[in-house]
């Protein structure tokens, strides 16, 4: 919640030159290999396209989007897009390949890289932003406050218990606790019927397919 707070504010302050500039921003959100963070703060934001791993993106698409703005009285352009996003041809190709793949290309980052294909195909300034480790410092909000002191309990608990080889989880409202063999390096990735996708697209987000 804390991260969602920071990424969220970033995009808010970001609109305001955005619209005094006419310029199209892309965002680059925490979210290597899932897209929650970008998802959320991308709706939160009020971003007018979201791009996450688990959608693979059409350049083409996005630049249509782009366009459409700048004609319009709008004149500016929010895009927040996670940093393990990719387009769909890379996501035919192996993580050894797609790698490779990149290491021949100018940019060091995505969002680098969308915001000189839009700048090139549109022909609008672009500009990226990078807000990095600043989303994952500063104080926490009142929420992750509460729960980090819930799990901090339960923690104990355990070890009272003498239960060992979990991790401290919440499911629902509910504290509880989890195998670490049975999550420890498995992806949460977000589900493409996600309600929060739906929504986005809902209200005309474009995310990128």
């Not at 700048?119 to 600043?134: D, F, L, S, T, W």
């Not at 355990?158 to 498995?186: C, F, M, P, W």
Request: hydrophobic share 40%; proline share 3%; glycine share 8%.
């Amino acid at each position: 919640h804390t991260a969602l707070d920071i990424a969220t504010d970033v995009i808010d302050r970001i609109h305001t030159t955005a619209a005094s500039h006419g310029r199209c921003m892309v965002i680059e959100i925490m979210g290597n290999k899932a897209g929650w963070l970008t998802l959320y703060s991308g709706v939160a934001g009020g971003a007018d396209a979201i791009l996450i791993p688990e959608i693979p993106y059409d350049i083409k698409k996005v630049a249509k989007v782009v366009e459409a703005r700048a004609k319009s009285n709008k004149g500016f352009t929010i895009i927040a897009v996670a940093e393990g996003a990719m387009d769909k041809e890379e996501a035919k190709m192996k993580k050894k390949e797609r790698e490779a793949y990149r290491a021949t290309l100018p940019y060091d980052c995505i969002s680098k890289r969308i915001a000189a294909e839009l700048q090139q195909m549109v022909g609008v300034e672009a500009r990226h932003v990078v807000p990095g480790h600043i989303q994952r410092g500063g104080s926490p909000s009142a929420y992750d406050r509460v729960l980090s002191t819930q799990f901090g309990v339960h923690a104990a608990q355990l070890i009272r218990d003498e239960v060992y080889g979990v991790t401290v989880a919440l499911k629902g409202n509910q504290i509880t606790h989890n195998k670490l063999s049975d999550i420890a390096g498995v992806p949460k990735p977000v589900e493409k019927d996600n309600a929060v996708v739906a929504t986005a697209r809902d209200m005309g987000i474009c995310m990128g397919d």
